[in-house]
């Protein structure tokens, strides 16, 4: 869903390897760039929730966008991202993450690199 800004919102995780077993996740195109948020990991049979990386429970990285997404049975539109994460924050809290999820957004916004 593209927002009056121009950003676009994903429904799914943008990054982690297992983000499935993530709670919370968050992922907008900001010009050139992905930002996605994730967290509240809770792995496989997990009774409580572990952390997501070290002593964080989420995290926000930031990437160049590839092509969308066209692949038959999704076409999600998502873009294609290398790995090569290029900022970074960490929290432990959702409110934090997702304050920090649109901190970032704003900082690529007005990033020259648009």
């Not at 009056?4 to 799914?12: E, H, K, L, V």
């Not at 092509?67 to 999704?74: E, F, L, Q, V």
Request: proline share 4%; charged share 25%.
């Amino acid at each position: 869903m593209a927002t009056s800004n121009g950003w676009i919102w994903y429904g799914r995780p943008g990054h982690f390897i297992a983000a499935d077993n993530c709670r919370f996740h968050m992922a907008t195109k900001v010009g050139k760039y992905l930002i996605s948020t994730v967290g509240d990991y809770f792995p496989m049979n997990a009774e409580k929730r572990e952390e997501i990386g070290y002593k964080r429970f989420y995290e926000t990285m930031v990437f160049k966008a590839g092509k969308p997404c066209k692949a038959d049975g999704c076409r999600c539109g998502m873009p294609a991202i290398d790995g090569q994460e290029l900022d970074f924050a960490p929290y432990n809290t959702a409110e934090d993450a997702q304050e920090g999820h649109l901190a970032m957004c704003e900082k690529y916004e007005a990033s020259h690199d648009r």
